[in-house]
């Protein structure tokens, strides 16, 4: 099973951050058993992430995406995966309801623009973010895997372990492939 990662957000390509989704998916991956076969980081701009998503589906069986999925203008990755793959975006009121409810609680006065997080491509199942806003979303497009994930780390990582590991470690048993076998956070042997 080919897994890619595409890292979204122009503070990765100018430096501001550290990547640090890389290593942690990675190292996740290889727990599991799987690899991840490819990484590529793009800046804020729709071309690049359409070509990029373009580039990496015929390639891969399983494409993570993370970043992009806030409620500001630079955040639009729900936007160009959605028209990529042919689906309309629809408000899911379970995901709106999240997001009022986490909102009222903290007492905060957000901008209305914050509930386009709550806009879902058709058929995709939703992702709960229980550290923010933006929920994940996963996505069976032609027999591939296309997740897209929170870019903040507190919010990446429970999704992943969470939702994510689950999945895929019930995929690799159900695909045969060749894998290396990770025992001790080292490659112990080649099986399929």
């Known amino acids: ?49 359409r ?12 494409l993570l995406i ?11 990755t729900r936007d160009v995966v959605a028209e990529l793959l042919g689906r309309k975006l629809v408000r899911d009121e379970a995901v709106a309801a999240a997001i009022a409810e986490r909102v009222r609680k903290r007492k905060l006065r957000l901008p209305e623009s914050i509930y386009v997080q709550a806009l879902v491509p058709v058929g995709a199942q939703v992702l709960p973010n229980r550290s923010g806003t933006a929920p994940g979303l ?8 296309v997740l897209l994930l ?4 507190r ?5 992943f372990e969470e939702y994510v590991l689950p999945v ?6 159900s695909v045969p492939v060749r894998l290396p076998c990770i025992q001790g956070g080292r490659i112990a042997r080649v099986h399929g």
Do not use: W
């Open 1 to 49: 099973m080919r897994v890619e990662l595409i890292t979204t957000g122009s503070e990765l390509m100018l430096g501001f951050t550290i990547n640090t989704h890389l290593s942690y998916i990675a190292r996740q991956l290889a727990r599991i058993g799987l690899r991840l076969d490819r990484q590529v980081t793009v800046a804020d701009d729709r071309a690049e992430m």
């Open 51 to 62: 070509t990029a998503i373009a580039e990496a589906l015929p390639r891969c069986d399983v």
């Open 66 to 76: 993370t970043g992009g999925l806030g409620p500001t203008s630079d955040d639009f």
């Open 138 to 145: 996963a996505i069976d497009h032609e027999g591939k895997l």
């Open 150 to 153: 929170p870019g903040p780390p």
């Open 155 to 159: 919010e990446l990582k429970p999704m």
């Open 168 to 173: 895929l470690e019930t995929l690799c048993r």
